[in-house]
């Protein structure tokens, strides 16, 4: 079974819009981290958002925040004031504990396409 | 500020050539890892090392080796490169726990003929 899911294979959102990218995982590790990565075209990774299973405030990071609903296992991004610079891909990760020998596993990625 | 440093950028070979993709990080991170990324299928962890002397295999890892002799590198060997090798190899590193995110380098793009 897929640990990460991303089911938009692409997006398009109009500038100043807010858009969702979906991320559900899948793990029976209580303790773990959920990641979001953004790649542009030039093909750096860059890293945006950390969530951790026991937070109890979903995290923000300027227009980044992260929606985590612990009990259906989804962790979406959701970018506020979208931003020509946002068109990238976007990857969600999560990394569990030393059971799961601390590995990070991705996502397929979203391709997000912000429109004038 | 060198931060993970991946060497080479770009790398062309001929099925059944050999090569050794370079890594180090100057972070002091004990965790290191390698991933390839293909369209459509994300990134995909190779190899991974929990500390110099320790490394385990990912989820494809087949056709790569590695080993970790010190802390700071962390090389991936390629030892009969095949044409299903053709992708783009990300090396990462970042200190232990779940609440630590990767740092990534800038990746080897790699054309396997």
């Known amino acids: 079974a897929q640990k990460i899911t991303q089911t938009q294979p692409g997006m398009f959102v109009q500038e100043k819009e807010a858009v969702t990218l979906d991320c559900t995982y899948d793990?029976?590790?209580?303790?773990?981290?959920l990641f979001w990565y953004k790649q542009p075209s030039s093909g750096e990774m860059i890293f945006l958002i950390y969530?951790?299973?026991?937070?109890?405030q979903n995290a923000t990071e300027g227009r980044y925040s992260l929606n985590f609903q612990k009990a259906r296992k989804s962790a979406n991004l959701v970018i506020s004031a979208s931003q020509l610079g946002d068109s990238a891909m976007y990857f969600c990760?999560?990394?569990?504990?030393?059971?799961?020998?601390?590995?990070?596993?991705f996502g397929t990625g979203t391709q997000l396409k912000v429109e004038l | 500020n060198a931060g993970v440093t991946q060497t080479p950028k770009f790398q062309v070979l001929k099925t059944g050539q050999s090569m050794t993709l370079q890594c180090a990080q100057d972070?002091?991170?004990?965790?290191m890892s390698w991933y390839r990324q293909d369209p459509g299928m994300g990134l995909r962890l190779i190899h991974y090392?929990?500390?110099?002397?320790?490394?385990d295999q990912g989820e494809v890892p087949n056709g790569y080796n590695v080993s970790r002799s010190t802390t700071e590198d962390f090389p991936l060997r390629l030892l009969s490169a095949a044409p299903s090798q053709t992708s783009v190899y990300f090396c990462?590193?970042?200190?232990?726990?779940?609440?630590?995110?990767?740092?990534f380098g800038n990746g080897t793009r790699l054309t396997v003929t």
């Open positions: 990462a590193s970042s200190p232990q726990g779940i609440n630590s995110p990767l740092h």
């Open positions: 793990t029976s590790d209580p303790s773990y981290g």
């Open positions: 969530q951790g299973s026991y937070d109890q």
């Open positions: 990760a999560m990394r569990e504990g030393p059971g799961g020998g601390n590995k990070l596993t």
């Open positions: 972070m002091n991170h004990e965790y």
């Open positions: 090392s929990v500390g110099a002397g320790i490394t």
